[in-house]
């Protein structure tokens, strides 16, 4: 399974509350990445997810964005399989909660992962804040 970050939002989603809220009340917000650590931005605070808590976490920033990437997604970074921006926690805090994702997977092969169906690419997009993963990541297999 492969999969890739989306980065592209169809708009801006204010709610009337929000366009009214004072910038001096914002606190940084909390991502939850793919694994389900979560990070409190503009700190780098990192909550690991149950069952992850020996994980080891490397932080950096590139270009003012900065990323939080858990060292066991590292070798699927590397060989492909996971896309860097799923772990941009910049980019991630501006969608309002959600972690929008598609999952690519081998032709020929099924997938039990819920969502919008990518025929075309053998995939599913999903809300991976909302619809857990199915399966678990892997650092073997493709």
């Known amino acids: 399974m492969r999969l890739l970050g989306v980065v592209v939002l169809a708009g801006a989603l204010l709610s009337a509350g929000q366009a009214h809220a004072s910038p001096a009340q ?7 990445l793919i694994t389900g650590d ?27 964005h900065e990323y939080v990437v858990p060292h066991d997604a590292i070798p699927m970074i590397a060989d492909g399989r996971l896309d860097e921006r799923l772990f941009d926690v910049t980019e991630l ?17 099924l997938s039990a992962q819920s969502g919008l169906r990518l025929r075309s690419i053998n995939g599913v997009a999903f809300d991976a804040a909302k619809t ?11």
């Open 38 to 64: 979560q990070v409190l931005t503009g700190q780098r605070a990192i909550k690991p997810a149950p069952g992850r808590e020996r994980v080891l976490f490397s932080t950096y920033t590139v270009q003012g």
């Open 26 to 32: 914002r606190t940084a917000p909390t991502v939850t």
């Open 132 to 142: 857990p993963l199915a399966g678990t990541l892997s650092t073997t297999g493709a």
């Open 93 to 109: 805090a501006t969608y309002d909660g959600a972690l929008p994702v598609i999952a690519t997977y081998p032709q020929g092969t």
